[in-house]
């Protein structure tokens, strides 16, 4: 039915049965400007914010309106080819006017714009409609929809509805606006192209700045705001953070790229004063969310971390120290929970002492009668001393009433504990592989390391607390014997032998061979092609099996990776010159084995970002330079895969060599250049009003 005539019909309906089923009609939009446009001006909203009957509401607000703007993408829609304006149509005609009308209504109408303008949302994500579908299949965002801040719709639409929470009673009206929020920024915003800006990201975080346990849909909407703010406009809103908020926006590092260096030593130094327990767990989260500009190596410093190697030693001294003087306190904890389990905590109808099967523990709560209060069972209270070494001065009484308080002590040690733990063994990673010296400090950070191994041994943890410490210490002697373990190279046929039949124990000595065989001086062609397809071999039972660390392990892959590198390039010992009289010809008789390599490559895992950086450059330098076009292709495709990947982390650790060495390379390349650097633009530090 034409826009015109669904208006008319709708209009001189005589009852609402009948505009009903006028609404129920399928109506042909060909132009979002001239047909849409009316029917919204005409139409939708009014049946939304006029008080009519609430069946034709619901009708419009879950079905008509949903459907309509569904089928605006369509090949027959005027506006749908127009090279990236699309996405602005659909904001201009669809979002805005509905964002608009939400200050002309009572607090029902408000509802319904919300829920509607949801419904909408919710049916363009699931049919994976959004700004980043504008920028696939070659197509490129218009310079004039190209603006890194356009949210003053956006800000609009914020700003009433935190206006709005603030007198929602319920957790579930609070959440339907959160809700409306996030999925408005995931289909307007695709943190590439187009940014929240910093006043955007201010105003999300301080009409959360009192939550200190954030619901499900606070949590995800400070996510989704943070994925879609760019690095400029995150350092300039740092002084807005709180723990609590950092403590979940911090999962997304990479857009800490430009304050991190402000953010961590502060949060290193804090962790060493007397804090609240959950203060100190909230910050030992936030710096092992972040951990990647102190631990990982970049290619932009010669393989050392973003961060300089000082803060990384100062943060172990820090957590060893915590460690070390967080032990009596958690063995005073779990007497109090055992006893409070079994209910021998007397109450203040009992008169009887504490009854203590252990007499080891016996013994102990013996040594602290002296300053118990003598009116014991009225006045019980609890408390602990974070910085002492001294076991008997980490338990005191405790009152049903304040009894439920353990609990949260039992979350804030558990968290502390395992944040620590990770921090410890991937600061312990880094300097183990080069990527941090700890000069003369290893020393004495061993000795702290061998203290606190001791200090668990001689304890009385829960199964829990144990297991973590205990899992840590395994971890990291495991990473020890695998880094001096040594094998004896196995010869072609062996290997072959080895790999037909794949033996979990004789993983290590499988790999260290292929790599042996790849490194070589000298290897025939022969021989490389036999290496190349043990390795696909490898990769085929991998993903056969589906147990990715049985056969071929993460960092096994890695390895082969790093190993396969120099052979990306064309291999002049394999190229032959044939001559006929004055004519020569050069026969590449590497080419078929190049192709083989790059497919493999194609097909490994590449994760350690060193690593990624380094094939980057060798498929820009030889990949998508080769003369044969295979090679070119998978070379492309490669590249696509690892930016795909890892391009947040490239751009956070290595802004400078992507910017000023990559992006240059792609430029002159024959690469379809505009597509590339649309989809993975460079970052230029730029100051914007906030």
């Given at each position: 039915?034409e826009?015109?005539?669904?208006?008319?019909e709708?209009?001189?309906?005589?009852?609402?049965?009948?505009?009903y089923?006028?609404?129920k009609?399928?109506v042909l939009?060909r132009?979002?400007q001239?047909?849409f446009?009316?029917l919204m001006?005409n139409?939708?909203?009014p049946v939304?914010?006029?008080?009519?009957d609430?069946?034709?509401?619901?009708l419009?607000?879950?079905?008509?309106?949903?459907?309509?703007v569904?089928s605006?993408f369509?090949s027959?829609?005027?506006?749908?080819n127009?090279?990236?304006?699309?996405w602005?149509?659909?904001?201009?005609y669809?979002?805005y006017?509905i964002i608009?009308s939400l200050?002309?209504?009572?607090?029902?109408?408000?509802n319904?714009?919300?829920q509607?303008?949801?419904?909408?949302?919710?049916?363009?994500?699931s049919?994976?409609?959004?700004i980043k579908?504008?920028t696939?299949?070659?197509?490129?965002?218009?310079d004039?929809?190209q603006?890194?801040y356009?949210?003053?719709?956006?800000m609009k639409?914020v700003?009433?509805m935190?206006k709005e929470s603030q007198?929602?009673?319920?957790?579930?009206?609070?959440q339907?606006y959160?809700?409306?929020?996030?999925k408005l920024i995931?289909?307007?915003y695709?943190?590439?192209?187009r940014?929240l800006?910093?006043?955007?990201?201010k105003?999300?975080?301080?009409?959360?700045?009192?939550?200190?346990?954030y619901n499900?849909?606070?949590q995800?909407?400070?996510?989704k705001?943070?994925e879609?703010?760019?690095i400029?406009?995150v350092?300039?809103?740092?002084?807005?953070?709180s723990?609590s908020n950092l403590?979940?926006m911090?999962?997304?590092w990479?857009k800490?790229?430009e304050c991190?260096s402000?953010?961590?030593?502060?949060l290193i130094?804090?962790?060493?004063k007397?804090t609240?327990?959950?203060?100190?767990?909230?910050m030992l989260?936030i710096?092992?969310?972040?951990?990647?500009?102190l631990l990982q190596?970049?290619i932009?410093?010669?393989?050392?971390?973003?961060l300089p190697?000082?803060?990384?030693?100062?943060l172990?001294?820090?957590?060893?120290n915590?460690?070390?003087?967080?032990i009596p306190s958690?063995e005073s904890?779990?007497?109090?929970?055992k006893?409070?389990n079994?209910?021998?905590l007397?109450?203040?109808e009992?008169?009887?002492?504490?009854v203590?099967?252990?007499?080891?523990q016996?013994?102990?709560?013996?040594?602290l009668?002296a300053?118990?209060?003598?009116?014991?069972d009225e006045?019980?209270?609890f408390?602990?001393?974070f910085?002492?070494?001294d076991?008997?001065?980490n338990?005191l009484?405790?009152t049903?009433e304040?009894?439920?308080?353990?609990?949260i002590?039992?979350?804030?040690?558990?968290?502390?504990?395992k944040?620590?733990?990770?921090?410890?063994y991937d600061?312990?990673?880094?300097?183990r592989?080069?990527?941090?010296?700890?000069g003369?400090h290893?020393a004495?950070?061993?000795?702290?390391?061998n203290c606190?191994?001791?200090k668990?041994?001689?304890s009385?943890l829960?199964?829990?607390t144990?297991?973590?410490f205990?899992?840590?210490?395994?971890?990291?002697e495991?990473?020890?014997?695998?880094?001096f373990?040594?094998y004896?190279?196995?010869s072609?046929e062996?290997?072959?032998?080895?790999?037909?039949?794949?033996i979990?124990?004789?993983k290590?000595?499988v790999?260290?061979?292929?790599?042996?065989?790849l490194?070589?001086?000298q290897?025939?062609l022969?021989?490389?092609q036999?290496?190349?397809?043990?390795?696909?071999h490898?990769?085929d039972?991998?993903?056969t099996?589906?147990?990715?660390?049985?056969?071929?392990?993460?960092?096994?892959e890695?390895?082969?990776a790093?190993?396969?590198?120099?052979?990306?390039r064309?291999?002049?010992s394999f190229v032959?010159t044939?001559?006929?009289?004055n004519?020569?010809k050069k026969?590449d008789?590497?080419a078929?084995?190049r192709?083989?390599i790059?497919?493999?490559?194609?097909r490994l895992?590449i994760t350690?970002?060193?690593?990624?950086?380094k094939?980057i450059?060798?498929?820009?330098?030889?990949?998508i330079?080769?003369?044969?076009?295979?090679?070119?292709?998978i070379?492309?495709?490669?590249l696509k895969?690892?930016?795909?990947e890892?391009?947040?982390e490239i751009?956070?650790?290595e802004?400078t060599?992507?910017?000023?060495?990559?992006?240059p390379?792609i430029a002159?390349?024959?690469?379809p250049?505009?597509n590339?650097?649309?989809?993975?633009?460079?970052?230029t530090?730029?100051?914007v009003d906030?």
């Open positions: 039915m826009v015109s005539s669904i208006i008319e709708y209009n001189n309906a005589k009852d609402n049965d009948f505009r089923m006028t609404l009609q399928p939009i132009s979002i001239k047909d446009d009316k001006a139409l939708y909203l939304l914010t006029h008080n009519v609430s069946e034709l509401q619901q419009v607000s879950f079905e008509v309106l949903p459907r309509a569904l605006l369509d027959q829609v005027e506006e749908y127009s090279n990236g304006l699309m602005a149509y659909i904001e201009r669809v979002f006017p608009d200050e002309s209504g009572n607090e029902t109408i408000t319904l714009l919300v509607s303008l949801r419904n909408i949302l919710n049916i363009l994500i049919n994976d409609l959004n579908s504008v696939r299949n070659d197509q490129i965002l218009s004039n929809y603006s890194k356009q949210d003053e719709e956006f639409l700003s009433f935190l007198k929602e009673t319920t957790v579930a009206g609070l339907g959160q809700e409306t929020i996030q995931e289909v307007s695709d943190g590439r192209l940014f800006s910093p006043k955007a990201l105003m999300c975080i301080e009409s959360l700045h009192d939550y200190e346990d499900t849909s606070s995800m909407l400070l996510n705001v943070i879609n703010t760019d400029a406009a350092a300039q809103t740092q002084q807005y953070f723990l403590k979940f911090s999962k997304n990479y800490f790229a991190c402000g953010i961590i030593p502060k130094d804090e962790i060493s007397e609240e327990k959950s203060d100190i767990s909230k989260e710096i092992s969310n972040l951990k990647d500009y190596g970049t932009t410093n010669e393989g050392h971390p973003k190697s000082d803060l990384s030693i100062l172990l001294d820090r957590v060893l915590i460690l070390t003087n967080i958690i904890r779990d007497v109090i929970n006893h409070h079994n209910n021998d007397v109450t203040t009992s008169d009887t002492d504490i203590v099967e252990d007499i080891d016996q013994a102990y709560l013996d040594e009668d300053g118990m209060s003598s009116n014991y006045d019980l209270s408390t602990v001393d910085e002492g070494d076991t008997s001065s338990l009484e405790v049903e304040e009894l439920q308080d353990i609990d002590y039992n979350r804030d040690y558990d968290v502390i504990v944040h620590s733990l990770n921090i410890l600061v312990f990673l880094a300097e592989t080069g990527v941090i010296q700890f003369p290893l004495t950070a061993r000795e702290k390391l606190i191994k001791s668990v041994s001689d009385n829960d199964s829990k144990f297991s973590l205990t899992h840590f210490f395994e971890r990291l495991d990473f020890d014997r695998k880094v373990e040594t004896e190279v196995l072609i062996e290997l072959k032998t080895e790999i037909s039949t794949p979990p124990e004789r290590g000595a790999v260290f061979t292929l790599i042996e065989y490194g070589k001086d290897v025939s022969e021989e490389l036999s290496i190349i397809e043990l390795i696909d490898l990769i039972v991998r993903v099996d589906g147990d990715n660390d049985k056969y071929l392990s993460g960092n096994d890695n390895l082969i790093e190993a396969l590198l120099p052979h990306l064309m291999n002049k032959h044939f001559k006929a009289g004519i020569s026969v008789n590497g078929t084995l192709t083989m790059y497919t493999t490559l194609s895992d350690k970002h060193l690593l990624v950086c094939v450059e060798c498929l820009l330098h030889y990949g330079k080769d003369k044969q076009d295979l090679i070119r292709d070379a492309q495709s490669i895969k690892l930016l795909d890892h391009y947040e751009l956070a650790l802004t060599w992507y910017s000023k060495y990559l992006v390379i002159e390349s024959t690469l250049t505009n590339f650097l649309t989809a993975y633009p460079p970052f530090f730029h100051t906030s």
